[in-house]
Nanobody, 124 residues
């Protein structure tokens, strides 16, 4: 069955860095658009970054552009999010998500088929 398992979260100081990973299994990873979302307490889940299946074109929310980098390794079925210059506003649970085909409406929650359980990122 499909599994998305995030890792790499933790607590850092403002200005610090973290690298999140997501291990995918149970579906044809290379044909799925992949994305990172986050959800802070009391807020809606929001898209952070997305990466296309074959072209690896990347997309970022304005709030993280220039600080976060999304990448994927189709040979390993893994997704990554390199986060630098972290701010307290980046504190949230981070989720990886997968959707078949393209990344249209990339930061809408509904189109994504599969979700991980999330990993906590705390910046203070």
């Amino acid at each position: 069955h499909v599994q998305l398992v995030e890792s790499g979260g933790g607590s850092v100081h403002t200005g610090g860095s973290l690298r999140l990973s997501c291990a995918a299994s149970g579906y044809t990873y290379s044909t799925y658009c992949m994305a990172w979302f986050r959800q802070a307490p009391g807020k809606e889940r929001e898209g952070v970054a997305a990466i296309a299946a074959r072209t690896a074109d990347t997309y970022y929310a304005d709030s993280v552009k220039g600080r976060f980098t999304i990448s994927r390794d189709n040979a390993k079925n893994e997704l990554y999010l390199e986060m630098t210059s972290l701010k307290p506003d980046d504190t949230a649970i981070y989720y990886c998500a997968a959707r078949a085909g393209g990344c249209g409406m990339k930061f809408a929650v509904g189109p994504y088929d599969y979700w991980g359980q999330g990993t906590q990122v705390t910046v203070s």
